[in-house]
């Protein structure tokens, strides 16, 4: 260790110097406090032996000079005092002395002594390494919170874009919300909404919204339903999450007219539908699923809830960061609070947080807070279907294709999705997917349901006719061993655009083909309006053979 020894008595600096060289110290020597400040600037020695009481500049104001120029390098200084006196010893601390040592020395003391402070000296130094290595750490991971607190904000963003009807209250625990929210339009023109709460909160729960977006925003462009959906996310989440991670989540999907809504839940708390009109909670959806991430894909179960719903409801989706706030008595904010204040206001996303914070009274937020308002406005939701898709035109072409679908293939795919990629792929159609999305979903669902699954709609007509109706197609499909569709496109060309000749052929009995609602607008029940909506958007829809086979023409103009 390199020491500086300082003393204006030759004799004393003689005698440390020897001590010190023989137990291997490598010695420098200075006669005031001045030549001690210039030779501790020049050689920067570890350990310094400083006198009092010297010429030109005393030992504490050279102490002084040499501490602020350690800066932060800790370099203990021991004074060397022939003094006894208490008040004396105090002022070598009070001055920057680190000890101090009385003469005539002691060689054992003085070795234990310097021995003590090296052993100080060496700690101070490992603190202060892994000090400089926490903060280059820290600054390292507040960029990365940076980067990824940005791509999870864009990813967050896009469940606001061209959709008024869904409103959102986001409110993190700490930097990182471990909710997540997405919403998009689907090709038919209705909307897709999942809010799902991940295991805990901050960025190790917040990584997990990557992929579930991912899947999210790209099958339901492909105009996947949920059912398809929530398997492919739990698929994702269970190659990615280490065990015991799971995202608690709700999925739901609202048609186009908003007349129904399908919705997966698992792990969430109740879905709430209220109506404005009546100012009451008209349906509680409650889980009935494991949240994903959780079941292998043989397990998960992705049965949906078919809900029949009026224009001017509105759907609350909310994590339980909402009704387990608590305030200082430990007392929750509870499920017949949230109740009461959708049914006093009309909307509650503007006076949530307000009311959350006043109920809580200061104490700590625990848990991130999540509620989106889904508003069932038929205006909004029609704008949807008229807004343009921005695709790369392409000029008419002419082709055809034609798929026969078994009855194994039927239960187990869904051929929309695949059909809508082709065709876009194929000739474009720039803004005329939704309406050939909406047409082909329309008569594939009644080749599929009234023709080979046989149901009927005046299932629908009846009380809880909607959930009631998609329990027996989910149990006819399951237990589906005979039967085929046919589905079969050609596309002609035209002058300002083309033609698609549409045939779907089912293998079912038949049906009156007099008792097609031809009309929309004069339809009011809640079955018979799909066709009258062909019949819409077509210039020619027929009925062949037994009413098992269906003719349209779709002309659309770039």
Known sequence: MKILVVDDDATNRMVLKGLLEREAHDIITAENGQEAVDKFNETQPDMVLMDIMMPVM??????????????DRFVPVMFLTAMSGDEALVSCIENGGDDFLKKPYNRTILNAKIAALQRIRDLYVTVNEQNTELAAHQEHTMREHEVAEKIFANVMSKADQHLPMVRTVRRSAEAFNGDIVLAARNPSGGVNVLVGDF?????????????????????????????????????????????????????????????????????????????????????????????????????ISTQTSHISIEAGQKIYIYSDGVTESENRQGEMYGQSRLENLICTRNGITDILVEELDRFSE???????????????????????????????????????????????????????????????????????????????????????????????????????????????????????????????????????????????????????TNEIQVNMEENKTTSGRGISLVRKLCSDVRYLENGNVVEAVLNWRH
């Open 199 to 299: 295991t805990g909160h901050g960025l190790a729960a917040a990584i997990g919204a990557m992929p579930v977006a991912d899947v999210f925003y790209k099958m339901t462009a492909k105009g996947f339903a949920i059912d398809d959906i929530v398997p492919e996310i739990n698929r994702k989440l269970r190659q990615l999450l280490p065990v015991g991670r799971f995202l608690a989540a709700a999925l739901m999907n609202v048609d186009s007219q908003c007349r129904s809504m399908s919705i997966w839940a698992g792990g969430m708390p109740d879905v709430l539908v209220y109506d404005s009109k009546q100012k009451k909670i008209m349906q509680h959806i409650p889980s009935q699923h494991v949240p994903l991430g959780v079941l292998t894909p043989t397990q």
């Open 362 to 512: 200061g104490e700590k937020q625990a848990d991130d807070i999540t509620l989106v308002e889904f508003d069932c406005d038929t205006k909004a939701m029609l704008a949807l279907l008229e807004h343009e898709d921005q695709m790369r035109y392409r000029d008419p072409t002419t082709w055809r294709m034609h798929f026969d679908l078994e009855h194994d293939v039927i239960k187990s795919v869904d051929p929309l999705p695949i059909l809508m990629q082709i065709l876009s792929d194929l000739q474009g159609f720039h803004a005329h997917r939704e309406d050939i999305f909406t047409v082909l979903s329309e008569l594939y669902n009644n080749a599929l349901d009234h023709g080979v699954l046989g149901l009927s709609s005046e299932i629908k007509n009846q009380a809880e006719g909607f959930s009631e109706y998609y329990q027996q197609r989910a149990m006819r499909l399951s237990a589906l061993n005979q039967g085929c569709i046919t589905i079969a496109l050609e596309h002609r060309p035209g002058t300002e655009g083309g033609h698609l000749l549409i045939r779907f052929t089912d293998s079912g009995t038949g049906f009156d």
């Open 58 to 71: 005393d030992g504490y104001d050279a102490t002084r000079l040499i501490k602020q120029a350690c800066g």
